[in-house]
Structures are given as structure tokens and as C-alpha cells.
């Protein structure tokens, strides 16, 4: 029994998020290199629903697939300098082909600006060939030093979607990271993953950017986890990488970029903010098995109920809902825990009785509500209840989140928050880095920025910054983070 | 004028294959790694729809996605040894992480078998578990040290997808092979991309394999290039890496396994097999653009022309066909030439006439026949057009494909096939690995085994080897090959 009060969501979050991700088969992190892990078929459905609603949003607003290499020669990666001082201490590099040493030592892209920049330079000539908007789907490389979690903090990043933009102006680029922020916003509402919007402190910052705009989830421990990040480039890299256009009159002119990012952290959120003390919980979209039946069987009238559920099977998957009928010789209790745990929006189960009355019965997931309902309205049924599961998670979801974000005043409240409450604090803050970093020492936390979401932070007006004194515009949040 | 001459898929195959991979914007090939090449939007889409294909083939053949680290460890890569001897001249090799030298060096995944088996014997304990039929779409690292070319021979093949099985039995091994070649054989007749099936001669079977089947195309300039390959593995990587699972009778036993892999140079064949000298030419199931309109304007009825063509927009992509409407301010002649070189099946062209009379203009790019429909008749026409033109291009690469293989006799005349005729030759062999040696020798050319395509090779039967002079059961198919 010992072994079963470890699987706890709150009070230790860890495990009951090991096993989640491993007993749902959806990753396995048992690979032989530290910080590598397996999808397996199950998460790897997962992960492709999840990658299908981005790439949606950023398809339909004009973004571009494209594969660049992994492979980054030294000398371009340091071509920016302020970016290769921010990535040089955890860059994996190649030096090897066969038996031979490399003349250039390659590195494995721990994001490709550097990448794609360099190619950029030969497809942008004039102010026609403007903006572009590119986006891929990749592995990165970081060669963490701290201890790693999967899904969390790895070396191979398997899902790292970047995408990056080049324009004529600076308004063009500021109207890019609008969209970007509009874009991830629209991600993760659909996904019920609730966040707070900041602009980071510059010490903070992408190394590269003139500011960066991130997306931060709180996870059941307490800690917030960065799921998303925006950032304006400005002309550093194009003056690097001598990225220019000839505008309108002839001259030529550095472009302006922005490039923004988000990675398989989503789907650590997704299983953290959903799930519960019986396991994972799916949104319906992206359940890799969004119904699955299960047959009550009694002796005698196995095959009466079975020929029901091959019916509702086929009523389901013609109506394009991924379902599957649980055939295997267990126990229904056996086959209702599994499913539980493996997330299952929604069951079905047909017993001799649901087939007298031409009847199923329906569990939700969710709520674990139970009903019965007339076989001919099963398509329907579905479709509302799938409706209601969304809307009830993401609800659940952002009550559970804004319950945790506490306005404060002082240095002291804002350390109680992010020490015993597992919250997130905001504070007023002068928004200069030296406040910001005393703040951080100060709480034992992370300035995560000035709060961007108009609905979680009114404008700090007419406060002051509690290490300086001068009057605030914003709020800074504070937080334990990933 | 001379470098129009250049452009002939015949006279010049290797510079007609650039133009067009480069010009029309299917990759880019100056990235700055030698045998490193980026996939551009237009490409990238073309990829997509190949792909959905194999992945239909796959998925319904109860094959799942999964997905793997790239870093393979050098003590798991050396596992089974004649694999890692098949590899280790081209293997590139990671050192170090930051500045910090790597306890362990890491392969860059050359192939998958080593990283998937060392797992699979994780997942698989008694025969329930089995069979395992997996598969991944990723990039994998090949140190050629021959000249490069772009999708054809590369450094990082971006796009390999290889499927792993594992099963209880030779029997059911035998039977997966089968299943692998039949959706293969599948995947390239949708393709209209014509192959001939060998099994490969065991001194150039798959390293580590017990034998290794081949689908070889034949590209315009007479070499063969092989576009597919299925192994059958034995228990060779089951006993290396201890992968056994307990049989009925709680016995363990190692178990038996396949591989099977295509790569982007199935993109390859697609360019060169169809297109001509105008450009490239696409099926209709992967065109990323499968209908371009083109308005013919003449002064004073622009808006007219423009007004139709954007009905005919709405109608074409309501209907779920991929059209764009070229409105740029440059000459009908100039689109006809940009689109005919992209390989755009099918052009509407609409002017005043058109307009008048309630019709489209359709031109088919794979024949130039221009007709006239009524707009009423629309989609069923461009559907009928869509079909017309899959089973012209099929059938003609196909005729083409069959004209260039030849039956001989004598090591003289295969010879003189590969040599002068741009052929492959097909001539009695005895199976032996020294008689296919010494064939290789005395014609300058590639022995690519004995042929499986029972519509390509009558069997042999009393004939003879024409090196030792036995009997033989099979012909072996010889040709120069990339």
C-alpha cells in the first residue's frame, strides 16, 4: 500500500508524474544516454494531436514548414556574439566523421538561428522577397549540467517547433510578436493549459534578442515551467549574418526578426495540469483513444453484448472518433482502471442490460459522471460530452491556476507565496534588472517578468517597487521555477 | 542560349536534376555543410504528401510511429559486430558537451537498429508481446566520403523512415519481409516511380542481416539508384542484445527480426522519373499545388477575368483540391513558364472568352492537350483530369522503366547495356558470391542480385552462369548505380 500513496499528484509530484508518463507507455526513459528518451506509440499519437492544432494555428496565419540540417559549422554558430556566449557551455559538438577528425568542428543545433539565418541571407534580396515566415519541427541538443526530467529538462529536445520571421521594419516585427503571442495563446487555450504572459527581465532574456515575451504554467508542485517564448531580434542577427533587403528606393537596409518557440514541455503540462490521483486525463482533441468500449460480460451472453459493442465500435469510428473496444479476457474493473490511467476522455460499457434496452453507458473521464443513454443518439451523446470534458478541464484547470497567484506588496508575502503555497506572487516592480535580481535573492525565486496578461495583473500604477521605491507601471511574478 | 541547352533530362541529367531541385524551390543546397541540404516550403509540402502515403501504407498495416533518441552510445552501436564494421567508416561522432570532453562518445544514429533493439528488450518478456511492428521518420548521419548529391548522396538523409519488427518465429519473420515488400511495392506504384526487386548478393547485404531484399529505380541517366531495402535480421541483433521472450511453454527464446527503410531519394525518383525538359512534373495525390489559375486579361475586362477566377478558386478548394490563383502583374506566358517548371498539374487558364461562355481553359502539364469545359462540370473534370494524368505518368514511366531492361546472354552484352544503352542487363547466375564478383569486374558495373520481379525475369531455369557455367535458377540484373 506504501507503494500506491506515492502516486499522489500534490504530494509528491515527481513520481506521480514518472509514472504517469511511463506506466501510460507514453514515453520511456529508460534510454542509455542521460537525458535521451523513447516515444512510444501511445505518446507518440499523443504528441502528433498535440503538434497538429500548432501547426493549424500557424499554418493559417501565413507561416511556412521548412527542415533545416542539425549540423552547424563552429564558425557560423558564433557568428552573433551575445548568442554563441549564451550557448557555447552546453553546445554538443561533432569532431568525428568515421575515423577521421573533422577541419570544423560541427555543432548539433541547440536552435537554428544561426542555421537558418545564414540561408536566409541568400533568399532575401528586395522588399518583395519580405516578410518571411518560416516554422520546423525538430530535435535540439543542450547538454544540461543540472539533473534532468523528462519531457522537462532533457539533452535531446524531440519536439522543438521554432519559428522564425523576417521583416522590412521594427513596427512589422513588433506586429509578428503580437501575432506569436496570439498564436500560443490560442495553443494552449485549446489545451487547457493555463499561463501568465511576461516580458522577461533582460538578464533573462534570449541570448540574441532585444526582449523576449514567455508563457509561463504552474505545475502541482509549485513551480512554474516555461512553455512558450516570443522573441524580437531586432537587426542583431541580420547585422550579423548581414541579413539585408533593398527597399523601395534602392537602398539597402538590415531586416528585422523575431523567432519564437515552444517544445514537448507542452505535453509535460498537459499530463501535470489534467491528471489526476487515477492518472492521465486527455482532452478529447488530442486523445490518442478518445472512447473506448467495454463489454460487461455474464456467462451465457457473451456474444450478445459483444456483437453490440462491435456496433457501437463501428457507429463511433465512422463518425471519425478514435475508439477501441477492449476485448481482452480481465476483469472490467482491470480494463476501467487501465483506460483511467491511460486517460481515456471517455468509456463506454455495454452489459446485458444496456443491450435489452438498446442502451449504453457512458463514464466520463473527467467527472467520472455515469449515465445512461439510447443507442440512437450515441454519435451525439459523444460529441456533447466530448464538448463538456473540454470545457471543464480548461475551466478546472485556469480555477485551480488563478487560485495560485497571489498580489502582494512585500518581499516577505511574495516569499511565503513561493515557499509554502506553491503560488506565484506579483509584486510591484521598477522593472530595472538590479531590482529585479535583488528580488530574486531576496525571495529565494525567479523574477519571471513583467506581467503581460491584463487579466491576471492590473496595471501596478501608483505602487511602488519594494527594493527601490520608485513608482511602478507593472507587476513583476515571482515564482519557483523549472 | 547554351545554358538553355544544358536543361535536358538525357544530355545533362545532373545538371537538369539541380535546376530543377534548386529552381523550383524544393531545396536549397548552399547550406554550409558539405552533403547538408534545407527542404524550402514548396518542398517540404511535396514531402509531406510522399510521406502521408507510406504512413497510410504503414498505419493500416498495423504498423505505429515511434520515436528515438539520435545519440547512440559507441558500446551499444558495436553490440552486433559486423554491423558496426559495416558503419564505423562513416559514423559521425560526438565528443564533447560545452567544453567538457564526454566520458562516452555518441554516434549520431547512422541507423536505428541498435538504438530501438537495446529498448525493445525492455518491452518485450513472453510471446503476448509480440510481434512488435514500429517504424520513425527521422534524420540519420552517413560520413560519405564519395562526392555528394542533394537527396541522393548525403551526409544527413533528412528523411529516413525505417520500421523495426520483432517476432517469435523465422515463419512469421518471413512473412513480415513479404508484407514489407508488398507495401512498398504499393507505396511506389501510387508513386508511378517504376523498381525492380532483387535480393542483393550477400557481399552487399545490410550489415548484420541474414539477407537483404532491394527495390532499384533506373534514373535518365542509366544508373540504377536504390530507393528501398527490407532485411531480414535472423536472431544476428537478438542475440546481441539479449532480446528473448518466454515461448508457451515458459522456454526463452531469442527472437526474430526485420527492418526495412525508404529515404528522400524516393523524392528524387519522383523528380527525375516524370518530369521533362520544361520542368518538373508531380501526381496529382502529392503536387503541393495541384491547380493553378492563371486569368488572361486583356485592358478594361480585368475585374471580369479576376471575378471568375476567384470563383473558380472557391469552387476548386471547397471541393478539398490544393489551388492557387496567380494574380502577379507579369505575362501569362511567364506564370505558364513558372508553373510548368514547378510541375503544377493541371493550369486553368480563364480569359474574357472563357468568361463569356461560362467555361475553363484546362491544360494538363504531363501531355499540354488544352480543352474547354462548361464551369458547371468543374470539379468532376479536374478529378477525371487528376486520374487521367496519375495513370499517364505511371504507364509512361513504366514503359520507359521495361524499354531500358535487357535479357542477355553474355557478360559482352550486359556490358554493352550498362555501358552504352543506359540499361540494366539481366543474365542467368548461378547465386554464387564469386561468379557476381567477377561479373561486377568483367562489366564495370554493380551486380544488384537476383531478380525478384517475376514480371521483369522469367526464371532462368536451364540456363547458365556464364562465369562458371552451372545451372541456374534466377537471374542476377547488373547495372551502373549511384
Redesign the interface.
Known amino acids: 500500500m506504501e507503494e500506491k500513496e506515492a502516486f499522489d499528484k500534490y504530494k509528491n509530484f515527481s513520481e506521480w508524474f514518472r509514472t504517469i508518463i511511463m506506466d501510460a507507455e507514453l514515453v ?1 526513459t ?4 542521460k537525458g ?6 501511445y505518446g ?2 499523443l ?2 494531436y498535440v503538434l497538429d492544432i500548432i501547426k493549424r494555428l500557424l499554418n493559417s496565419t501565413g507561416h ?10 563552429e564558425d ?1 554558430l558564433g557568428l552573433e556574439k551575445e548568442h554563441i556566449k549564451g550557448f ?13 577528425k573533422l577541419e570544423k568542428k ?1 555543432a ?1 543545433r541547440p536552435t537554428s538561428e544561426t ?1 537558418m539565418y ?2 536566409f541571407k ?2 532575401v534580396h528586395s522588399h518583395a522577397d519580405l516578410p518571411i515566415k ?1 516554422y520546423q519541427i525538430v ?1 535540439i ?1 543542450r ?1 544540461e ?1 543540472k539533473a534532468t526530467k523528462p519531457l522537462i529538462r532533457v539533452r ?1 529536445v ?1 519536439t522543438f517547433k521554432e519559428a522564425h520571421t523576417v521583416h522590412a521594419t521594427m513596427e512589422e516585427a513588433e506586429k509578428q510578436v503580437k501575432e506569436a503571442v496570439e498564436i500560443y495563446s490560442k495553443f494552449f487555450d485549446e489545451l487547457g493549459v493555463p499561463y501568465i504572459i511576461c516580458r522577461r527581465p533582460s538578464f533573462d532574456k534570449f541570448a540574441g534578442a532585444e526582449y523576449s515575451i514567455a508563457f509561463d504554467t504552474l505545475m502541482p508542485d509549485g513551480r512554474t515551467m516555461q512553455i512558450g517564448t516570443v522573441h524580437n531580434l531586432g537587426q542583431n542577427f541580420a547585422k550579423a549574418f548581414e541579413l539585408t533587403y533593398e527597399d523601395v528606393n534602392g537602398k539597402h537596409q538590415f531586416a528585422y526578426q523575431t523567432c519564437y518557440g515552444i517544445s514537448e514541455r507542452v505535453i509535460a503540462a498537459i499530463v501535470a495540469i489534467h491528471g489526476d490521483n487515477r492518472g492521465a486525463i486527455f482532452l478529447p482533441s488530442i486523445a490518442p483513444i478518445q472512447v473506448v468500449i467495454v463489454p460487461i460480460i455474464y456467462k451465457g451472453e457473451e456474444e450478445k453484448v459483444l456483437q453490440q459493442c462491435r456496433k457501437v465500435l463501428d457507429v463511433l469510428r465512422q463518425g471519425g472518433i478514435r475508439t477501441f473496444l477492449d476485448e481482452r479476457d480481465i476483469s472490467p474493473g482491470r480494463k476501467f482502471y487501465d483506460w483511467e490511467f491511460r486517460g481515456i476522455p471517455v468509456r463506454v460499457e455495454i452489459g446485458p442490460k444496456d443491450v435489452a434496452n438498446n442502451q449504453v453507458t457512458i463514464v466520463r473521464r473527467d467527472t467520472f459522471e455515469r449515465k445512461t443513454y439510447s443507442m440512437g443518439d450515441l454519435m451525439t451523446v459523444v460529441k456533447e460530452i466530448f464538448t463538456e470534458i473540454e470545457e471543464n478541464l480548461r475551466k478546472r484547470a485556469w480555477e485551480e491556476f488563478r487560485k495560485r497567484i497571489f498580489r502582494v506588496k512585500s518581499l516577505q508575502e511574495a516569499r511565503e507565496i513561493i515557499q509554502n503555497r506553491r503560488g506565484i506572487a506579483l509584486i510591484p516592480w521598477c522593472e530595472s534588472d538590479e531590482c529585479g535580481l535583488k528580488m530574486c535573492e531576496e525571495v529565494n525565486g525567479n523574477v519571471l517578468g513583467a506581467v503581460l496578461s491584463e487579466d491576471l495583473a492590473n496595471p501596478a500604477e501608483n505602487e511602488v517597487c519594494p527594493i527601490c521605491g520608485r513608482e511602478t507601471k507593472n507587476m513583476a511574478a515571482i515564482a519557483k521555477t523549472y
Do not use: Q
Open positions: 520511456d529508460r534510454y542509455p544516454v535521451c528518451y523513447v516515444w512510444r506509440p507518440f499519437k504528441r502528433k511556412e514548414e521548412v527542415l533545416f540540417p542539425l549540423l552547424i559549422p557560423i557555447e557551455g552546453e553546445v554538443y559538438w561533432v569532431t568525428h566523421g568515421g575515423l577521421r560541427l548539433l542555421a545564414s540561408m541568400k533568399w518560416v530535435n541538443f547538454y549540467t535531446e524531440t
